[in-house]
C-alpha cells in the first residue's frame, strides 16, 4: 500500500480537463514545505518530471500541465487533453518519515 | 543534458547479490545539490523509494531495505552504484537511477530502468 492515495484510474476526452489527486498526511504533502512533485510514464519508459515544487514545471513540460496543493491533498490538471497524454501519473512528495520521500501508488490517465 | 545508465546483470540467483551501476554523462556528479538516488518498481506496479548518496559517500536508505543495501560512488568514473543482498522473487523489478535536487526533493532525470529478476 503507498503512502500517498491516487485514484487507480482516470479518463477523459480529448480537448478536455481532468484532474488527479493526491492524498497525504500532514506529514508529507500537508507539511509546512512546497516540496510536491508529479511524473509521467508512459509504457516501458522511464518516469518524466512534469510538476515540481507542487506547481512549476521543469524547462520542456507542457504547459498544459499545472498542480496546486490544499491540506493534505496535491492535484495535478492536465487541459486540452491529448492523445500523447495517456500515461500513469505518479506523485511524490517529502516526508517527515524517516522513508526521505514517499510516492502515490500511481494513477492510469486514459484518453477516450 | 545530464543522462543517466544504469548496467547490470538482468538475472540474479535467490539469496545471492544485486549489484547495478549508474554511470552518469553530460554533468558531474560531484556537482552540489544534487543527490544520486536509486528507485525500482515492481512489474505492473507503482515506484519504491530505495535510497540516494551524495558525491561526498554520505547515504540515506529506504528503512525497509537498509540492512541488505550498499550505496557507493565513485567520482574518477562519474558512476555510484547499488549493492543488494539476500535477494528473493520480491526483489525483481525494474531499477531506475535518477538525479534528485537535494533542496526541493525532486527527481529531474532518470536513467531507463534496467529490469532484474530474481530466479534460480
Known amino acids: 500500500q503507498s503512502a500517498l492515495t491516487q485514484p487507480a484510474s482516470v479518463s477523459g476526452s480529448p480537448g478536455q480537463s481532468i484532474t488527479i489527486s493526491c492524498t497525504g498526511t500532514?506529514?508529507?504533502?500537508?507539511?509546512?514545505?512546497?516540496?510536491v512533485s508529479w511524473y509521467q510514464q508512459h509504457p516501458g519508459k522511464a518516469p518524466k518530471l512534469i510538476i515540481y515544487?507542487?506547481?512549476s514545471r521543469p524547462s520542456g513540460a507542457s504547459n498544459r500541465f499545472s498542480g496546486s496543493k490544499s491540506g493534505n491533498t496535491a492535484s495535478l490538471t492536465i487541459s486540452r487533453l491529448q492523445a500523447e497524454d495517456e500515461a500513469h501519473y505518479y506523485c511524490?512528495?517529502?516526508?517527515?518519515?524517516?522513508?526521505?520521500?514517499?510516492f502515490g501508488g500511481g494513477t492510469k490517465l486514459t484518453v477516450l | 543534458q545530464v543522462q543517466l545508465q544504469e548496467s547490470g546483470p538482468g538475472l540474479v540467483k535467490p539469496s545471492e547479490t544485486l549489484s547495478l551501476t549508474c554511470t552518469v554523462s553530460g554533468g558531474s556528479i560531484s556537482s552540489a545539490g544534487y543527490y544520486w538516488s536509486w528507485i525500482r518498481q515492481h512489474p505492473e506496479k507503482g515506484l519504491e523509494w530505495i535510497g540516494y548518496i551524495y558525491h561526498s559517500g554520505n547515504t540515506y536508505s529506504n528503512p525497509s531495505l537498509k540492512s541488505r543495501l550498499t550505496l557507493s560512488v565513485d567520482t574518477s568514473k562519474n558512476q555510484f552504484s547499488l549493492k543488494l543482498s539476500s535477494v528473493t522473487a520480491a526483489d525483481t523489478a525494474v531499477y531506475y537511477c535518477?538525479?534528485?535536487?537535494?533542496?526541493?526533493?525532486?527527481?529531474?532525470?532518470w536513467g531507463q530502468g534496467t529490469l532484474v529478476t530474481v530466479s534460480s
Open positions: 535518477a538525479r534528485e535536487d537535494s533542496g526541493a526533493w525532486y527527481l529531474d532525470h
Open positions: 511524490v512528495s517529502y516526508t517527515t518519515t524517516n522513508t526521505h520521500v514517499v
Open positions: 500532514s506529514s508529507d504533502v500537508g507539511g509546512h514545505h512546497n516540496h
Open positions: 515544487d507542487v506547481s
